[in-house]
């Protein structure tokens, strides 16, 4: 048929002879036109011009205009597809194709059904789609399909559910036995890809899903779309309250999404084990987190991509009643070997970033179980206990042989203010003062809880691996260590608390620096294997020798700064007392001779380069250079500064006679104030001291001629002024 012209800018047809169409619409009888379109009338009003000047029966209502990709012609871009000159085709609208649908869904025919759901799968993320889609009960007949289905049937109404949840809407009456059948579809390794990348993003987003992270307009009821999920038959709704409960002192989200979570998630995956397993699965890990870890292998890349996105979900919103159980069992399945071979498999970017972030979740646990205090009631506290004391095997006191009120394993253990503890049914009583039974393993008391109360969990977890992974040289290094005197022992279990607080810092550092660099730590441990230690530690010794820091940088000077800066900070020293003199005189002990003073809690802020030498000075008080010859115009000295007061104005106006002396007083007002210093010299000063710091801790230098401390303290303040501080150069 041959096409015609229409107009749908309300004119007559013979008042524009010169009729330039903007656009070609086809309807579903093959019939084709031209049409100029004004882009000004909203798309209902175009549908109904087209349907007058196409002669179509039917109420305009019941179409819609589509572009070829099958996107929905709407007010927001209708200008964009007459300005593109696209092929627009005039369909059914939203609502005759749900009619449709859910009518093919609930006739349970397949092949009905399949086109049913490949149609749905593209029309539901549209808002006006999805909108009937839910009014009119569409969302419990997908589940019902998605229930009783298998294959590819199956494949298409996950991937249409999918798609739904992508909105903000619609979706908040998921009721917890269609979740459980998303866990059962996950947990069966035989299902088809298809089939399980949908169901893995699915319930990738119930997890996050969680009320902990709902706004304030979710819990309002407020919704945009202003949709309803209307329509839920009983059997789904009777089941559908909110699990989790809503925050306090709000009204519970009427159309949000926000009704799920992790720990409804959680509790529903463990709920499966007890169905096949019963109450007590023992060292059972939890089905289909198994599943999902194995998929991390998976030949499809897209499969494994999903897989580490839900573990990542999982990770990130554990709760603090769950999360030590979720990475037990995520420990238990070598989750870190599973995401370190993916990441040697596959260099895509979007997988970079999930392992950073994997990574990131790791680190944000270990400072969670870092910051757990041991509790000494616990099974798997003492369980550990029990492994270090079996790898060490120390004989018990006579006195703590086993008695039927104690069992064989780790000795009784002390719990600090808690008394006697209760393992098992079988008493432990507290040690006496005078026992030594923890202590031999390196600790310092017997009081475990303070042994362990600035690693936490991880310490003992730590200390545990450090036990088992080689039994014999546990014992080995702990046994000689007791064979030595107290003085020359090292303690085992301190070492290893230390080195844990330790590299959790490090790790911590790295951890930010792999989020710029986008390496995973993996290929960093890598490199550090890789390298020569033998080679590494002789050049750090030729830099040592070269440097010479610890010879050509005494510590003298720290020592004086920490003490001028402790004298800053007594409270008892509040006052800056000084004389005015154009000449520099002996100063007596006392005060008598520095009748000027300045209130040290008086100072708002220091500044620099603010007043230039008097041109009175006497020639000994400072550097001859310096000195401003006679008749020549005043200049700002580099070395001096103010004083300015909280009041107003300036308290003090300085010039420091060196450089060295201009550095502490100005770094040490700003320590006072406290504030960072701010000249080069202090901060070269700092810089060097902490080289030195490093290096030792690198060289693991032994200090067997030379006494190190770990610490060292400022002396104490002097009683009297009568004392002057030595210069090094």
């Not at 969680?210 to 789904?236: H, K, M, W």
């Not at 990441?343 to 997988?351: A, I």
């Not at 100005?666 to 030195?692: C, P, Y």
Request: with cysteine; glycine share 4%; proline share 6%.
């Amino acid at each position: 048929m041959k096409p015609t012209a229409i107009n749908t800018s309300g004119a007559a047809l013979h008042s524009k002879p010169t009729l330039v169409p903007t656009n070609s619409v086809s309807t579903k009888d093959g019939f084709s036109v031209r049409a100029r379109i004004d882009p000004t009338l909203p798309v209902s009003d175009v549908i109904r011009q087209l349907c007058t000047n196409l002669k179509v029966a039917d109420h305009p209502a019941l179409y819609a205009l589509r572009d070829e990709n099958d996107v929905l012609i709407t007010d927001a871009n209708l200008r964009r597809a007459i300005k593109d000159k696209a092929n627009l085709k005039l369909v059914n609208a939203p609502v005759v194709e749900v009619v449709d649908i859910i009518e093919k869904l609930s006739g349970r025919e397949d092949k009905s059904m399949k086109l049913a759901l490949f149609s749905l799968q593209k029309y539901i993320q549209e808002d006006s789609f999805a909108s009937e889609f839910l009014k009119r009960g569409g969302l419990v007949e997908l589940l019902n399909v998605i229930t009783i289905t298998h294959g590819n049937t199956l494949a298409y109404a996950l991937k249409a559910l999918q798609n739904l949840m992508s909105l903000d809407y619609g979706w908040s009456n998921i009721p917890p036995p269609f979740i459980s059948r998303l866990i059962d579809i996950l947990s069966n390794p035989l299902n088809l890809v298809n089939v399980c990348r949908p169901a893995t993003s699915i319930l990738k987003r119930l997890v996050e899903a969680d009320p902990r992270f709902a706004t304030e307009a979710d819990y309002l009821g407020v919704n945009q779309s202003g949709q309803s999920g209307a329509g839920l038959s009983s059997r789904i709704s009777s089941s559908s309250k909110n699990p989790t409960g809503t925050k306090p002192g709000m009204k519970p989200p009427s159309e949000g999404v926000w009704n799920y979570g992790f720990d409804l998630v959680f509790d529903l995956m463990k709920a499966q084990d007890e169905d096949e397993f019963g109450p007590n699965r023992g060292d059972r890990s939890i089905k289909v987190l198994e599943t999902v870890v194995k998929r991390l292998s998976s030949g499809d890349s897209m499969m494994a991509m999903d897989s580490m996105l839900l573990i990542n979900s999982l990770l990130k919103n554990a709760t603090e009643s769950r999360w030590e159980e979720l990475d037990d069992e995520l420990e238990r399945l070598n989750i870190r070997k599973a995401v370190i071979r993916l990441s040697s498999l596959t260099t895509s970017e979007e997988l970079n970033s999930s392992t950073l972030e994997f990574q990131a979740n790791l680190m944000s646990f270990a400072y969670r179980r870092k910051n757990t205090p041991i509790d000494l009631h616990s099974a798997s506290v003492r369980n550990a206990l029990d492994t270090i004391w079996a790898a060490a095997k120390l004989p018990l006191p006579e006195s703590r042989t086993p008695t039927r009120k104690t069992r064989r394993g780790s000795p009784r253990i002390r719990a600090g203010s808690q008394g006697a503890e209760v393992y098992d049914g079988t008493s432990y009583d507290e040690p006496s003062s005078e026992e030594q039974i923890w202590v031999k393993l390196g600790f310092d008391s017997e009081n475990l809880r303070t042994e362990f109360a600035r690693v936490g969990l991880l310490g003992l977890d730590c200390l545990r691996v450090l036990a088992t992974a080689s039994r014999d040289y546990f014992r080995e290094i702990v046994v000689e260590q007791l064979s030595r005197p107290p003085e020359r022992r090292c303690p085992v279990a301190r070492a290893s608390n230390e080195v844990v607080e330790l590299l959790s810092e490090h790790y911590r550092l790295i951890n930010y620096a792999l989020r710029d660099e986008t390496r995973p730590w993996h290929e960093v441990e890598h490199d550090f294997l890789e390298s020569e230690y033998r080679e590494v530690r002789q050049r750090q010794m030729r830099e040592l020798e070269q440097q010479d820091d610890l010879l050509n940088k005494p510590p003298s000077r720290k020592y004086v700064l920490e003490t001028e800066y402790k004298a800053l900070e007594d409270k008892s020293m509040r006052y800056l007392h000084f004389v005015d003199s154009v000449v520099k005189i002996p100063i007596r002990p006392g005060l008598d001779d520095l009748p000027e003073r300045v209130d040290a809690s008086l100072i708002l802020e220091v500044i620099t380069n603010t007043c230039a030498i008097p041109p009175n000075i006497h020639p000994g008080s400072m550097s001859p250079a310096d000195i401003p010859s006679p008749g020549a115009p005043l200049v700002a000295s580099a070395l001096s500064f103010s004083l300015l007061s909280t009041r107003g104005g300036s308290l003090a106006d300085l010039v420091a006679e060196n450089s060295t002396v201009f550095s502490d007083w100005i770094d040490g007002f700003n320590m006072l104030r406290g504030d960072h210093f701010t000249t080069k010299e202090t901060a070269e000063f700092v810089q060097s001291l902490t080289e030195i710091g490093l290096k030792i801790k690198l060289l693991d230098l032994s200090g067997e001629k030379v006494d190190i401390p770990d610490v060292i303290y400022p002396p104490p303040l002097p009683s009297t002024t009568d004392f002057f501080f030595a210069e090094y150069d």
